[in-house]
């Protein structure tokens, strides 16, 4: 496999992730119902784009394979009551570098991270469940699948930093 790296963003690089998320929220527009704004582009929430660089335990990592843009990962700290962990909120692949393994291994290795882990997927995406459910199948780690009920079409994960 290429080699894999997770590189943190910066603020002056929020358009690119800006222009990625374009990616993402278009192949997500069918199961999510999302139609574009009149600018011919997904809405993007400003102010929930900025807590990335702003927000203590919140970031916006590119995932570069062999030097090149192969997508992102956003990682965000959980607001949910009672739960102190991390989350691996969104995570996004290239068509041109999926099928090889890639999302896995940057999932695994967010996951495997400091501290407690969330992963939630929805449940109307075929793919994200599949990809949550193999990922979750190969961590080192205890996982629990928990219901929060803040949203019934999110399975969620919990995943302790203790390890097996």
């Known amino acids: 496999m290429l080699p894999i790296e997770l590189l943190t963003t910066t603020p002056d690089q929020a358009d690119l992730i800006r222009n990625l998320y374009q990616f993402y929220a278009y192949e997500s527009s069918d199961w999510e119902q999302e139609d ?3 600018n011919g582009r997904f ?11 702003l927000a203590e335990g919140w970031s916006a990592n590119l995932v570069l ?7 992102f990962v956003l990682v965000e700290r959980s607001e949910l009551p009672g739960i102190n962990a991390s989350e691996l909120a969104d995570l996004f692949i290239l068509k041109r570098y999926r099928r090889q393994g890639i999302g896995r291994a940057v999932a695994l290795q967010v996951l495997t991270g400091a501290g407690d882990w969330l992963l939630r997927c929805y449940a109307p995406d075929p793919a994200a469940v599949a990809f949550c459910k193999a990922v979750v199948a190969e961590l080192p780690r205890p996982v629990q699948q928990i ?3 803040d949203d019934p079409d999110l399975l969620t994960y919990k995943v302790t930093s203790a390890y097996h």
């Open 36 to 38: 574009v704004e009149v």
């Open 43 to 53: 809405y993007i929430h400003e102010e929930h784009l900025q807590r990335y660089w």
């Open 65 to 71: 394979v062999d030097g090149f843009i192969a997508g």
């Open 147 to 149: 219901v929060l009920g």
